[in-house]
């Protein structure tokens, strides 16, 4: 198994070969995007969305107004929501996917602690603000001790902020045993991480 890295959002595709169970566009996020994360991670106010989103070919981007809506006042509000429906777009693009499921969470600890593989196709992960999440080369641990076994800190590799990642997990066709090995980073006291997960549903 191999991971694919690169600067251009079209490194997303590499995803769909064979034999690649982790590929990551290594951006950068807009200053005025950056900045509406790290101050509504500020807040401190508890955050969760998620919906299912039904694409509609006629639209180039999907309708995502009124997510995040209680901070419609904030500065950089709107590049944000753009944000998240453009890569909303483009993942489902690339799936051909007709029904897309968002969460969108501020987390104050790390919700999967442990390493594991997920029971999905493929994941998008990306966090806006905060520690990204970590993953294994394969051969780092032994699959089968996943529960019971911890890698070499030298062996674990992490998602930069801002970073977009899909991971394969063990329902794509012909990934089984492949899944990308990874769990959320620890927090310190009083950090918080906002991350972006989407799903394929249909």
Known sequence: MRQA????????????QDGVNLAVWQRRLPVQIEDFARMLLSLNQPL????????????????????????????G???????????????ACLLDARRVGLRL????????????VDHVPLRLLSTYAGPGSEWLEEGAIDRTQLAREQP????????????????????????????????????????????????WMA
């Open 48 to 75: 969760g969305e998620s919906r299912v989103i039904e694409l509609d070919e006629q639209q180039q981007l999907p309708d995502l107004s009124g997510l995040l809506g209680g901070y419609a006042d904030l500065e």
């Open 152 to 199: 070499h800190s030298n062996a674990i590799r992490q998602l930069a902020e801002g970073e977009v990642a899909l991971l394969k997990g063990e329902k794509w066709l012909g990934n089984q045993g492949g899944g990308l090995v990874h769990r959320s980073p620890a927090l310190a006291n009083g950090e918080r991480r906002l991350i972006l997960s989407l799903d």
């Open 5 to 16: 890295f690169g600067e251009s959002p079209q490194v997303l595709t590499e995803a769909l």
């Open 77 to 91: 509000h709107v590049a944000f929501v753009t944000d998240v429906a453009w890569l909303v777009a483009a993942y």
């Open 105 to 116: 969470q501020a987390l104050a600890n790390a919700m999967c602690p442990r390493f594991h």
